[in-house]
Antibody, heavy 124, light 107 residues
Framework: EVQLVESGGGLVQPGRSLRLSCTAS????????MSWVRQAPGKGLEWLCF??????????EYAASVKGRFSISRDDSKSIAYLQMNSLKTEDTAVYYC???????????????WGQGTLVTVSS | SSELTQPSSVSVSPGQTARITCSGD??????ARWFQQKPGQAPVQVIY???ERPSGIPERFSGSSSGTTVTLTIRGAQVEDEADYYC??????????FGTGTKVSVL
């Protein structure tokens, strides 16, 4: 059974940093791309970023809204994907989900499984 | 445009058919998938590749595509199908893009 468990959320002041983790199990983590998606309170879903498998060099893609501030990475030996968030703003307040994507170069087109999400609140 | 537009809400009586549309230029070139999200829960995939149904998803869920519009159909809607539904696809510039979301009420 595919399982994704996010952690690392919490209350953080504007301008500070936070790192989220997504621990995966139930599949060969290194074979798949992974994404992060967020949902602001009462709002819709927003795709944020994607990391390819090592087959494609573990290269990354970002939405314009977070490019330069957020960074996605992975540790295949631990089956963990990370989201490093810097210079946080109040509008970054949201539930952050990690997703399992497809194994291919454009794997972000093939989101299938989601974690339960972790809440990040940016407030002074 | 890389936007995916959905109706904000759809209402249906139990046992009737609900249809949710998702429109966007990218859908003429890319597959879409649909996610169901119940309050306080993570999204769950109900349709992929426009019309394929993952294992474990009831047969009353189906998908179709025509030009720049994809449609999620729930035949014989049940009370437990009340949820928000989002389409998702890929665009050349924005990469991953979600639809605006549709709240389905079964009452």
């Amino acid at each position: 059974e595919v399982q994704l468990v996010e952690s690392g959320g919490g209350l953080v002041q504007p301008g500070r940093s936070l790192r989220l983790s997504c621990t995966a199990s139930g599949f060969t983590f290194g074979d798949y791309g992974m994404s992060w998606v967020r949902q602001a309170p009462g709002k819709g879903l927003e795709w944020l970023c994607f990391i390819r498998s090592k087959t494609y060099g573990g290269t990354t893609e970002y939405a314009a809204s977070v490019k330069g501030r957020f960074s996605i990475s992975r540790d295949d030996s631990k089956s963990i994907a990370y989201l490093q968030m810097n210079s946080l703003k109040t509008e970054d307040t949201a539930v952050y989900y990690c997703t399992r994507d497809g194994p291919g170069y454009s794997g972000y087109e093939e989101i299938d499984y989601w974690g339960q999400g972790t809440l990040v609140t940016v407030s002074s | 445009s890389s936007e995916l537009t959905q109706p904000s809400s759809v209402s249906v009586s139990p046992g009737q058919t609900a249809r949710i549309t998702c429109s966007g230029d990218v859908l003429a070139k890319k597959y879409a998938r649909w996610f169901q999200q119940k309050p306080g829960q993570a999204p769950v995939q109900v349709i992929y590749k426009d019309s394929e149904r993952p294992s474990g998803i009831p047969e009353r869920f189906s998908g179709s595509s025509s030009g720049t519009t994809v449609t999620l159909t729930i035949r014989g809607a049940q009370v437990e199908d009340e949820a928000d539904y989002y389409c998702y696809s890929a665009a050349d510039n924005t990469l991953g893009v979600f639809g605006t979301g549709t709240k389905v009420s079964v009452l």
